[in-house]
């Protein structure tokens, strides 16, 4: 079982900056990714960010230049920072996680989602 903890939403102006954690505990053998998605009301939940074992990461267009995800590996632990946060970015965030709990038996989890809402 992988437990996935996330922290850091809110409410904050536009402009502003909050910064997302996501914690993973369990019996993990290997994290291959974690990731940010987001959905706002009425919409479908979209893939923010995300980081693999190796470090790449990739952005969704909206956030380019303003969102920076990255990853504690000895904490199991995932960031997203967000800047320049527009009313837009009002959502709820949550976290997910994929990898091995052994060599052969996968995991993929969500966490229980940390809403951010941006004033205008």
């Known amino acids: 079982q992988v437990h996935l903890v996330e922290s850091g939403g809110g409410l904050v102006q536009a402009g502003g900056s909050l910064r997302l954690s996501c914690a993973a505990s369990g019996s993990i053998w290997r994290i291959d990714a974690m990731a940010w998605y987001r959905q706002a009301p009425g919409k479908q939940r979209e893939l923010v960010a995300d980081i693999i074992r190796g470090g790449s990461t990739r952005y969704a267009d909206s956030v380019k230049g303003r969102f920076t995800i990255s990853r504690d590996n000895a904490k199991n632990t995932a960031y997203l920072q967000m800047n320049s946060l527009k009313s837009e970015d009002t959502a709820v965030y949550y976290c997910?996680?994929?990898?091995?709990?052994?060599?052969?038996?996968?995991?993929?989890?969500w966490g229980q989602g940390t809403q951010v809402t941006v004033s205008s």
């Open positions: 997910n996680s994929r990898g091995l709990l052994t060599t052969t038996l996968n995991y993929d989890t």
